[in-house]
């Protein structure tokens, strides 16, 4: 018997010449099943940080027994805006498993969250599997960064994870940090350990900078100890 996408009733009656039986009537769901989330998601930035080269598996069922067909199965790609909390979803193709995504145009230099989602007929997953990556043009040189207004000029800075107690960065005038620097108002970042930590190490990540166009690069960093 030939069924269609979703749910179908089906009604038996049997007759026997001039004798007819009751209607049995049963609900089944046929078709494929709503896909759950994609499996081995992995990520490779590009060399210019544009885009993320991306490859994963086909998702099972998120029902127990269900059927997910790869062929028809589409997926996005889900770029996150911590403004709004949401998504922007866009296409990255059907019945595959690898696309590139590529960062639009205009979208400066930062730490993106990057997901994807599968669909098909029956549905859209529910859950989103996502990554983060430095996407975005290079600044260019010359960069100077001084902390004065209490903020990053240039993003994004990323503070790494490392075995051990974790550092903590922060923003603070000299004279804030130790009475032997009264009167330095010059603003520095600060990384610290919390006071049950006596030793811990701290990895913090630069934006990136393109070096082209310059015959010798040299990176200056003013920094106190105490």
């Known amino acids: 018997m030939a069924t269609v996408q979703g749910d179908n009733e089906i009604t038996v009656r049997t007759s026997v010449d001039n004798v007819t039986g009751m209607v049995s009537v049963v609900k089944v769901y046929t078709g494929v099943s709503v896909p759950s ?3 081995n998601l992995n990520g490779t930035v590009s060399a210019d940080m544009m885009s993320i080269d991306m490859t994963w598996e086909t998702p099972d069922a998120e029902t127990r027994g269900g ?4 062929a028809t199965t589409t997926y996005y790609f889900a770029l996150y805006d911590p403004e709004t909390r949401d998504y922007t979803f866009t296409l990255a193709g059907t019945g595959i ?3 590139t995504y590529h960062l639009p145009d205009g979208m400066p230099q930062d730490l993106y969250t990057v997901g994807l989602v599968a669909e098909n007929v ?3 997953s529910s859950r989103l599997m996502r990554m983060d990556a430095i996407l975005g043009p290079a600044h260019q040189l010359p960069l100077s960064e001084d902390f004065e207004s209490l903020g990053f000029t240039f993003n994004p800075w990323v503070n790494y994870t490392n075995d051990g107690p ?3 960065w922060t923003m603070l005038p000299l004279q ?9 108002t010059s603003v520095a970042l600060v990384g610290y350990l919390r006071s049950e930590n006596t030793e811990g190490e701290g990895t913090l990540g ?3 900078f393109s070096p082209k166009g310059n015959n010798v690069v040299t990176v200056n960093v003013k920094y106190w100890a105490g």
């Open 97 to 99: 498993n690898s696309a």
């Open 37 to 39: 989330y994609v499996k």
């Open 206 to 208: 630069m934006p990136r």
């Open 67 to 70: 059927y997910v067909d790869p």
């Open 166 to 168: 974790a550092v903590t």
């Open 176 to 184: 804030d940090i130790a009475t032997e620097w009264a009167g330095l």
């Open 122 to 124: 029956a549905g859209r």
